[in-house]
């Protein structure tokens, strides 16, 4: 490492002093008796993972029974699959169908067309941010303070039965965001590290099956960690970094890369990584894939040293990473890809004064439609500060409560503040429509056959 | 390796149960070291895993936290021209969350580089010393002018 700064210096003096006086061990002769052994059990990293992941180890006969049930689940899917009309896959338009939030710590779905609305979790429990799965069948929530190790994620049916703890409390050290992978059997727990920062993610990212059979799992590693690079923001349904419509390959963002990883965990390379030496030396976060998997969208920032410094641009490639250009549409990185794959929503600053307001960019002629009526200020609460290299804040900072794209593809939908009526957006139109219902979350839409 | 649970743990008793039970994992475990060289960042590591599962376990048992030293009960300190005043230090220690502070630990009085943390932590070397250089930020904020 770097020779030590005169701070660095005196915190090393006092963590000297304050860890008490130093013993000696015979490392030596422990190294000897070492090379004496051969079984390789577990990695450091295995075992480091295991303790992050305090969830229970199954006993033998307990697998036993679980695999017996996963063979009959997965032998009941493929009977009842195969019975119903199935929806299209993450790669296309869907219908809209009823939308989940959460109000007052219990979880609703609502009618956009009719207008009701109906709990379908309640109790003495704080519940928020509930996500459709992306075929529909499931919703995904918090139950605890998000923002605390007493988060746990519960996945239930659109009615509220069947509930499932994909996740038990004390696995985050801090806070969690969830998205649903592509194929609706998994979710991505984003565990922050650092307290409260604007909606996005920047910890280790751990799998969660959403049966709840399984116990969860670190990403990351063998995903690189990179702080102040999230893998995908407070917007984001499904997963972003995963290749739809069934994951077998997980982008990673990190400092000089764009790493691609296969189902296994296993690297594949880097992209663009010619095309992108120009710009070094750079960051890449929030990396996406189109829903047909066909392109790609990332985030390229400046660094200087360990530090983000600026957003350089948001940039779209082929997945095989030919034909990289940047979307010039002075945005945020909070994008989201709309459901055909033709354009990309985006938050932009808004330069009257702070706030911000969701622009739709077409992907293939890099034409802009700013949405007015999404316009927002910004918000703050609690002790907000920021440095250079991320947040070290107590309080909140945001524009949005969230926003997402309709799964047929023909608005937004979002929410400004906890507490008020969130709003759909019509894209070609710019017309706002008020959903008649207080919520506390991000509107999360659920998808159904297109009729 | 005791020192390094003391940090973290904020509690002698529980760097002792570390230390011990990390003992133990390693006399049991010493064979699937593969790297004899690695052995001691391997070594704390499994302390380290050890103290935090400890803390972690008697947290939940609401037993136990890192003590938190209000004014007038200062320790013994060294030139305060050297040093960071220990109270301020305790204080900064106790508001961090145990895998920083086991990073600091590992980094400034294990001696570890970023090779060696990575290792330890299963992370890349270029995100402890992302990570590191944020928590240092951090500190220095809290107690620069300590």
């Not at chain 2, 400034?108 to 070397?125: C, H, I, K, M, V």
Request: hydrophobic share 40%; with cysteine.
């Amino acid at each position: 490492m770097h020779e030590q700064s005169t701070f660095e210096r005196r915190l090393a003096a006092g963590l000297e002093e304050y860890a008490g006086p130093r013993r000696s061990v015979d490392a030596a002769a422990i190294a000897r008796t070492a090379t004496s052994r051969v079984a390789l059990r577990h990695s450091i990293p295995q075992r480091f993972s295991a303790l992050v992941a305090p969830a229970p180890r199954l006993e033998w006969p307990a697998v036993g029974i679980m695999a017996l049930l996963v063979l009959a689940l997965a032998v009941g899917a493929v009977i009842v699959g195969s019975q119903q009309r199935r929806l299209p896959a993450v790669v296309e338009p869907a219908g809209n169908g009823l939308i989940a939030y959460s109000s007052g710590g219990d979880i609703y779905v609502g009618d956009p067309v009719a207008g009701t609305t109906t709990a379908i979790v309640t109790g003495p429990a704080t519940d928020s941010w509930p996500i459709f799965s992306p075929d529909g069948t499931h919703i995904a929530f918090v139950r605890g303070d998000p923002w605390s190790d007493d988060a746990s994620v519960v996945v239930v049916s659109p009615d509220g039965s069947d509930e499932v703890v994909a996740m038990p409390a004390g696995f985050s050290e801090r806070g969690i965001g969830i998205a649903w992978t592509p194929d609706s059997a998994s979710l991505v727990a984003n565990l922050d590290t650092a307290p409260l920062t604007t909606p996005s993610f920047d910890g280790e990212l751990a799998l969660l099956d959403a049966s709840g059979l399984v116990e969860p799992r670190l990403l990351t590693p063998p995903l690189p960690i990179s702080p102040g690079a999230p893998y995908f923001n407070a917007n984001s349904g499904v997963a972003p970094m995963f290749r739809p419509p069934n994951g077998d390959l997980i982008l990673s963002g990190d400092y000089d890369a764009l790493n691609v990883f296969d189902a296994d965990m296993r690297s594949s390379g880097q992209l663009a990584r010619q095309a992108l030496s120009g710009f070094e030396p750079y960051g890449v976060s929030t990396p996406a894939w189109s829903p047909d998997g066909s392109m790609i969208s990332f985030s390229l920032h400046r660094v200087n040293g360990n530090q983000w410094v600026g957003l350089i641009d948001v940039f779209v490639m082929n997945a095989d990473g030919s034909s990289l250009r940047p979307l010039k549409g002075d945005i945020s990185w909070m994008l989201a890809w709309s459901p055909d794959g033709s354009m990309i929503a985006a938050q932009r600053g808004r330069t009257d004064r702070e706030g911000a307001v969701i622009v739709v960019i077409d992907v293939s002629s890099g034409v802009v439609r700013v949405l007015e009526a999404t316009s927002v200020e910004t918000k703050v609460e609690g002790d907000w500060s920021l440095d250079s290299g991320g947040s070290s804040s107590t309080g909140r900072k945001w524009d949005y409560e969230g926003w997402s794209w309709s799964p047929n593809g023909r608005s937004i939908v979002l929410l400004e503040r906890h507490g008020t009526r969130p709003l759909t957006v019509d894209v070609e139109t710019g017309l706002a429509t008020q959903l008649p219902w207080e919520a506390d979350s991000a509107p999360s839409w659920q998808r159904i056959t297109a009729r | 390796m005791r020192r390094v649970c003391v940090v973290i743990a904020g509690d002698e008793t529980i760097a002792d149960d570390a230390v011990a039970a990390a003992w133990s994992i390693a006399w049991r475990k010493l064979g699937s070291l593969r790297d004899p060289a690695r052995l001691r960042p391997w070594l704390v590591s499994v302390a380290v895993n050890e103290a935090r599962q400890l803390l972690r376990s008697r947290r939940r048992r609401s037993l136990i936290e890192v003590p938190v030293i209000q004014v007038g009960e200062q320790t013994s300190g060294l030139d305060p021209g050297s040093t960071i005043n220990s109270i301020d230090l305790r204080n900064a220690l106790a508001r961090l969350d145990p895998n920083d502070r086991a990073l600091l630990a590992m980094r400034y009085l294990a001696g570890f580089d970023a090779t060696e943390l990575a290792y330890a932590t299963g992370r890349s070397p270029s995100g402890m010393r992302a990570r590191l250089a944020r928590l240092l930020r951090r500190l220095e904020r809290e107690l620069g002018d300590a």
